[in-house]
């Protein structure tokens, strides 16, 4: 079976600070993704960065980098100076090769205070 | 990338009717899907929409409930009929493009169901 865990429902942090949010997974799988997924306020969820597990190096875009700890099953999500528009949902998701169903976490509602 | 819309963007129906959601995507996706979201909560997959063919439902959504079609790589429609309040949700599409691991997302249909 495939889980995903946010344990954090909610967060916030200061403008222009740096946040970490967590994210734990469980399957059987060696070879797979990772997602991490950003939903603002009734508005589109995007993509904010991918892992794919083979890859030991963790992923970076910008402001947003990964802690991909694969013995841990831990993928944590780090947001540097953050900003007002990085106020949103957040969602791990986990998807392993050759399979069609993406596993979603809980969430983690992340405000960014002015 | 894909780009995914929908329509309606919201609706508000009577107990007993159905309605019908349209997801259009601008590219060829191979796989397409349809999630509900209850708001600030969690995407739950409903069905995997195959192209010519029945979709694939989850545990705990039938066909009868969630009629599917896919007539085409880039477009799809989901109906919730016999409408209950307990199907006031937010309903998600999303599609993936043909060796990729990437979803994109619609921006989802709002039903409020009275």
């Known amino acids: 079976a495939q889980t995903v865990t946010q344990s954090q429902p909610e967060m916030s942090v200061q403008e222009a600070e740096t946040v970490t949010l967590s994210c734990t997974y469980d399957t059987s799988e060696s070879n797979y993704y990772l997602f991490w997924y950003k939903q603002p306020p009734s508005r589109q969820m995007i993509l904010v960065i991918r892992?794919?597990?083979?890859?030991?190096q963790n992923a970076t875009e910008n402001r947003f980098s990964v802690n991909f700890q694969k013995a841990a099953k831990s993928f944590s999500l780090k947001i540097s100076d953050s900003q007002l528009g990085d106020t949103a949902m957040y969602f791990c998701?986990?998807?392993?090769?050759?399979?069609?169903?993406?596993?979603f976490g809980a969430g983690t509602r992340l405000t960014v205070k002015p | 990338s894909a780009v995914i819309s929908q329509k309606p963007s919201r609706d508000i129906c009577q107990r007993g009717t159905s309605l019908t959601i349209q997801c259009q995507v601008d590219?060829?996706?191979?796989?397409m899907f349809w999630y509900r979201q209850q708001p600030g909560q969690s995407l739950t997959l409903i069905a995997t929409a195959n192209q010519g063919s029945e979709a694939t439902y989850e545990s705990g959504f039938v066909i009868d409930k969630f009629p599917i079609s896919r007539p085409n790589l880039t477009f799809s429609t989901l109906t919730v009929s016999n409408m209950s309040p307990e199907d006031s949700s937010i309903y998600l599409c999303s599609g993936r493009l043909a060796g990729g691991s990437e979803q994109f997302f619609g921006p989802g249909t709002r039903l409020t169901v009275l």
């Open positions: 998701a986990l998807l392993r090769y050759n399979n069609n169903d993406m596993r």
């Open positions: 892992q794919e597990a083979y890859k030991q």
């Open positions: 590219s060829q996706v191979t796989m």
